[in-house]
Nanobody, 114 residues
Framework: QEQLVESGGGLVQPGGGLRLSCTASGSIFRIRAAGWYRQAPGKQREMVAIIRSNGITNYADSVKGRFTISRDNAKNTVYLQMNSLKPDDTAVYYC????????WGQGTQVTVSS
């Protein structure tokens, strides 16, 4: 079964930035849309950003203008560049395929705090 491994999280001050990475083990990554999701304590998991195989992107309103999703098909990896981070961005961040999801990985914790 395909595995998704997220990395790059950490503790950052408000206004700071982080870049998350998600590497997929599957061989057809390049033809699938990929997305980043997050789940804050006590809240449901929500979509953050999606990038389709043709490069078209969509973002949640809460992160527009601050986050950028990108992909490197040669590395089977999708990235999330997060800038101008806010305490409300604190969550565990996951990646998955929005239209044909696989099992969720462990995620990577992002904590925004002074």
């Amino acid at each position: 079964q395909e595995q998704l491994v997220e990395s790059g999280g950490g503790l950052v001050q408000p206004g700071g930035g982080l870049r998350l990475s998600c590497t997929a083990s599957g061989s057809i990554f390049r033809i699938r849309a990929a997305g980043w999701y997050r789940q804050a304590p006590g809240k449901q998991r929500e979509m953050v950003a999606i990038i389709r195989s043709n490069g078209i992107t969509n973002y949640a309103d809460s992160v527009k203008g601050r986050f950028t999703i990108s992909r490197d098909n040669a590395k089977n990896t999708v990235y999330l560049q997060m800038n101008s981070l806010k305490p409300d961005d604190t969550a565990v961040y996951y990646c998955n395929y929005p239209f044909d999801p696989t099992s969720w990985g462990q995620g990577t914790q992002v904590t925004v705090s002074s």
